[in-house]
């Protein structure tokens, strides 16, 4: 059992204000997998005094890049070395499965490794030209950082979605306070070890487990300069409205209900390989899932079988299990939620194709949900509209290539999707009108040297490469 039962505040582990520990259950079978202190807004108070004396009077904001840039190498290389720990502890407390925590790792690497070229390649201070060649002005254009960076995340992806944030604000000489789920105390805790050892001058980081309450006490706080928020569009609503009242600088990347295009040509033995891993990753616990499957009506029946086949393989169990695809829900209440659309989706009239709202027969103990699909769905559907988190599929039938673009933006999410088809160059002329932030091809992987983040609803701003560390940094003109 893992038990940490102090804050790390300011690059130190401290006392908590509040000495009683939060017990983290087992998602798989609800067993103590660890014991953790809780950040309360008295703690949230300590942590951005530091983070603020850090900035304001500290070393790391004026440090060299390169000398920065060096600090999160050593970061990046402290957690490969205990990469095989780190995805065992989120899986106990998460429930991901296995294959998946581990997987992440090297993504982990390739994540890192774009932000830190974007920082070695960044012109941190240039002479601009003046277009006029008979002026008499110059102007001077610095990168800055913006200040203290308050970072909350949520609990699906605890350290891709913690890196994402702290290595560009970090790189960027900002100070920064990352708040993190309580259901991820646990690997949170070995995230802050690692920082800990990397060498950040004292102040300049804080990792927090709390609660939604410290959490808005945080990006309510008038030492925070900036918020950067991965969660519910609810919840990204609310912290954008703070933000906008006190004139923060503020990035969201939100919810998603993406589409899955399959054109009439597509293979279908490609698209089914690819199937689980872009619409029922992490146990559908993921933003990105493309959970809204569009199949043309001439092959509508052909795609719905082979979809069904393809999730009555997935294995459903312990995520400890190597065999294991999609282990449990987070938590019970989420758990149910999955369930409760499941029963939605029944009476709104589609056609249950497999699973259904009962747990899986040997896994009653545990927060565990019946992978499920839907067929003969209206995109009007609230199991269409809304984002379950879970691993629950809808297979919606499309007239032509028009219908299916029109059927794919009909959504208040824009954050992801994807393009099946043989001709790789309609699929991309195809992907050019969907309205989202990322669009894969064939089940191609994500990157990082790109920008990611959404449209409409699924957030402001962009992650990863230079338009991720680029979202740290405030401009500054000095005229000469």
């Given at each position: ?23 983290i ?19 949230v ?17 004026n ?5 920065r840039?060096?600090v999160?190498?050593r ?15 989120i ?62 995340i949520p ?15 970090l ?15 646990l ?10 050892e ?78 689980a ?8 616990e ?16 052909e ?20 065999d ?8 019970r ?32 103990r ?22 379950i ?46 309205r ?28 990863y490469?230079?338009a ?13």
């Amino acid at each position: 059992m893992i038990t940490y039962d102090g804050l790390f505040i300011g690059g130190t582990w401290a006392e908590p204000s509040d000495p009683n520990l939060l017990d983290i259950l087992s998602p798989h079978d609800e067993s103590l997998v660890g014991r953790a202190a809780q950040a309360r807004p008295a703690d949230v108070d300590r942590a951005v005094a530091a983070a603020r004396a850090a900035f304001d009077a500290g070393t790391w904001p004026n440090m060299p890049p390169a000398e920065r840039i060096a600090v999160l190498r050593r970061l990046n290389a402290l957690r490969e070395a205990r990469a095989e720990h780190i995805a065992a502890v989120i899986t106990a407390e998460n429930g991901s499965a296995g294959w998946f925590t581990r997987a992440g790792q090297p993504s982990l690497s390739r994540q890192a490794a774009a932000y830190l070229k974007a920082a070695e390649d960044l012109a941190w201070e240039e002479t601009l030209a003046p277009t006029d060649p008979a002026a008499t002005v110059r102007s001077l254009v610095r990168r800055e950082p913006i200040g203290v960076v308050a970072a909350v995340i949520p609990w699906n992806s605890p350290f891709s979605a913690a890196l994402a944030k702290i290595i560009p604000a970090l790189l960027a000489g900002n100070t920064v306070v990352l708040k993190v789920s309580p259901e991820n105390s646990l690997s949170m805790g070995l995230l802050a070890d690692l920082l800990a050892e990397c060498g950040l001058p004292a102040g300049t980081i804080s990792v927090l487990p709390a609660d939604r309450e410290t959490s808005e006490h945080l990006v309510s706080h008038p030492g925070v300069d900036k918020i950067a928020f991965t969660g519910s569009t609810g919840a990204g609503r609310r912290i954008a409205s703070i933000a906008g009242q006190q004139l923060k600088r503020v990035s969201l990347e939100l919810g998603g209900k993406s589409a899955a295009i399959v054109l009439p040509d597509a293979d279908l033995a490609k698209f089914t390989a690819g199937l689980a891993f872009s619409c029922l990753l992490n146990n559908g616990e993921a933003c990105i899932a493309q959970t809204r499957i569009l199949a043309p009506r001439s092959r509508y029946e052909e795609v719905v079988g082979a979809v069904k086949q393809v999730v009555e393989t997935l294995k459903v169990g312990d995520p400890q299990d190597p065999d294991t695809f999609v282990g449990p829900m987070i938590r019970r209440d989420q758990q149910q939620r999955v369930r409760d659309y499941i029963e939605t989706g029944i009476k709104e009239g589609a056609r249950l194709v497999t699973g259904g709202p009962q747990v899986p027969a040997g896994l009653e103990r545990g927060y565990y949900v019946t992978p499920t699909v839907f067929a003969d769905v209206d995109n009007a559907m609230r199991i269409a509209q809304e984002e379950i988190f879970g691993p629950v599929l809808v297979v919606i039938a499309y007239e032509d290539e028009d219908d299916a673009v029109r059927i794919a933006n009909d959504s208040e999410y824009g954050l992801s999707g994807g393009v099946w088809s043989a001709d790789e160059e309609h699929a991309l002329a195809v992907a050019r009108r969907i309205r989202t932030g990322t669009v894969t091809i064939n089940g191609a992987p994500v990157g990082f040297d790109g920008p990611f983040g959404g449209f409409k609803a699924s957030g402001i701003g962009r992650e990863y490469g230079f338009a991720g560390l680029n979202t740290y940094l405030e401009y500054k003109t000095v005229t000469l």
